[in-house]
């Protein structure tokens, strides 16, 4: 009831500044300078100092205190805030200044001076209400503090939190990095459908549609990697793409079902140049947004410098682990499953995806500093080369940081031949109840079958990247808009 009574006083201000002639909400406001434009340039004036210039800002009414005939309070706009000064006797219109609220979006024009007590403001000679606010902000020492209100309510959020609003601008500056980076390298941005007849590129349950012109149905997009495959094959040498993907899956501190990644594939290369790719990608984005390589994630140091570690699953399960699983049976491969508390489909899982299991209850946790995981086993992806020299292998690597996937790579499939055989086993296992298999894809093999190039193919998470380099705890805290319960 009471945010009702607050709403209510403030549609009584509107009626009043229609009454008054005021439209509460104009169509522009033009001239403004951004408040750390204006900080940075009238730093040197001396306390007290008038610096005799006019200037003009817009921004919303954070705070407002009234000294007598006299006002003070802050804006904030997209940079920062900066005081502003009132003098009843010196605004024409005084009395629709008195009608803002904490909240109000405003525009000034005025001198700037430094206060005595050092503080940049300006000295309203002109007031403009640009656009009258019905409901107020959360209070100002406290802002928005609930997560489920921060993440749900994200306009509120980057009002109340202005930290919010520099993780989302790093975001914006991680991908033009990453972008900035493989223009100069010679790949080529190119865009794929979202909505796609046959979903692939990946193991993961679809979102499913249905277009009613064609009575079709059709997928939001699981990965990008086929469709850009197919350019390879059109002639390509590197092409890449950052689009958003949706998955179908669970939400935790790392994943939500719609999220952003970059994908390029490299006619030429193999998975070995493409790790030398990840590596320097990662650390030319953290050396452009932050100037450095070291960073510190939740109070843990962590070097993004080159070379990383590189060390093979087996190897990996033998340091970590203190496994070998070369001289485990397969019965007792799944032993182990079982006394480490793995949940898995015993029809579904063959020795390698329990071996890919393994890994990841017993090594992950132990992958802090950024480490190349190589050579997985073959089952674990239908779209990779065999290694070469153990036929049990793929050339397939997966970096990880902070314990968590970052990256996933292959020496590709080029042979149309093996390529349909492992789809069509990957078909037979989603008719056996493997919701996250591989659909056959005959456009996908007939592609092939006009000649594919040796490529080398890696997808960056671009989400897990920006929580990384922008020191945030989870994934909700650099999406702007993460999927959420229903409100109600």
């Keep these: 009831m009471e945010n009702n009574k607050f709403f209510q006083e403030r549609l009584d201000k509107v009626k009043q500044l229609k009454e008054l002639g005021v439209d509460p909400y104009p169509y522009s406001y033009k001239g403004y300078t951004f408040s750390n434009k204006l900080q940075e340039k009238y730093s040197h004036l001396k306390d007290g100092e008038d610096s005799g210039d006019q200037v003009c800002v817009m921004g919303r009414l954070m705070t407002h205190r009234e000294m007598g005939k ?12 900066i005081q502003i000064y009132f003098r009843e006797d010196e605004l024409p219109n005084f009395k629709v200044f008195k009608l803002t609220d904490i909240g109000d979006i405003i525009g000034i024009k005025g001198n700037i001076f430094k206060t005595k007590k050092g503080e940049i403001t300006v000295w309203a000679k002109e007031f403009t209400i640009l656009c009258k606010s019905l409901r ?37 500056k991680i991908i033009s990095a990453i972008r900035e980076y493989l223009d100069k390298k010679g790949f080529v941005e190119v865009e794929i459908p979202t909505l796609q007849p046959v979903y692939g590129g990946a193991s993961a349950k679809p979102f499913q549609t249905h277009f009613n012109a064609l009575n079709m149905d059709l997928y939001l997009s699981v990965s990008p990697e086929l469709y850009l495959k197919k350019l390879i094959v059109g002639g390509y040498e590197k092409v890449y793409t950052i689009s958003k993907c949706f998955r179908n899956e669970g939400i935790d501190r790392t994943h939500n079902p719609e999220f952003t990644s970059m994908e390029c594939y490299w006619s030429g290369a193999d998975y070995n140049d ?15 947004v932050l100037g450095t390589t070291e960073i510190e994630y939740q109070g843990t140091k962590i070097s993004l410098k080159k070379p990383w570690k590189r060390i093979t ?49 017993l090594c992950e946790k132990h992958l802090i500093q950024p480490t190349f995981i190589t050579d997985h086993p073959k089952d674990t992806s239908p779209l990779c080369k065999l290694k070469r020299g153990n036929k049990d292998l793929i050339e397939r690597f997966e970096p990880y940081i902070n314990t968590w996937e970052i990256a996933n790579a292959y020496s590709e499939l080029t042979d149309p031949i093996m390529q349909r055989e492992l789809l069509e086993e990957q078909a037979e296992r989603g008719r056996g109840g493997d919701e996250e298999a591989h659909q056959m894809d005959e456009d996908f093999i007939r592609s092939m079958e006009y000649g594919m190039p040796p490529t080398g193919g890696l997808g960056i998470g671009i989400d897990r990247m920006v929580i990384l380099l922008t020191n945030s705890q989870s994934i909700r805290e650099v999406i702007f808009f993460p999927v959420m319960k229903p409100e109600n």
């Design 274 to 288: 493409v790790m030398e790719l990840t590596e320097v990608i990662y650390e030319f984005v953290a050396m452009k």
């Design 136 to 172: 107020p902000l959360p209070e100002k020492f406290h802002g928005l503090q609930d997560p489920e209100l921060r993440f749900r309510q994200r306009y509120v959020d980057l009002i109340s939190n202005p930290q919010v609003k520099k993780t989302f601008i790093l975001r914006s």
């Design 313 to 361: 699953m087996y190897d990996a399960l033998k340091e970590y682990g203190k496994i070998d699983v070369t001289k485990l049976s397969d019965n007792e491969i799944y032993d182990l499953l079982d006394l480490n508390g793995v949940e898995y489909n015993l029809n579904l899982t063959t020795r390698g995806i329990a071996i890919s299991l393994l890994f990841e209850k």
């Design 70 to 81: 006299a006002s003070f309070g802050h804006i904030q706009d997209q940079e920062g805030q």
